[in-house]
């Protein structure tokens, strides 16, 4: 049997066919993979909160953010962070 020899190249291939495959497969189960730095918008449908109350978690430092220009984004860690730190255990 002749040995085959992989190139980067059938590498790079290999792992986009296979990034595609999971993405696909996160998409049929309705799962959307979560994005590193979220903007406003998502992050009140994200917790359900109106711009008032974003806002507020901004000025007291509840949630961490990043501004850039006009569009202010936060960490989607600090998000979890946020939320874990505030869990109530009754």
Do not use: C
């Amino acid at each position: 049997m002749p040995a085959q020899i992989l190139t980067t190249e059938d590498l790079h291939v290999f792992k986009t066919e296979l990034l595609d495959e999971f993405k696909k497969l996160l998409r049929q189960n309705g799962i959307q993979p979560v994005k590193k730095w979220m903007k406003s918008g998502e992050v009140r449908k994200l917790l359900s909160i109106s711009p008032g109350t974003l806002q507020n978690l901004r000025i007291n430092g509840t949630l961490p953010f990043t501004k850039i220009g006009g569009v202010i984004y936060y960490d989607h860690e600090d998000i979890q962070k946020m939320l874990q730190s505030n869990k109530i255990h009754s």
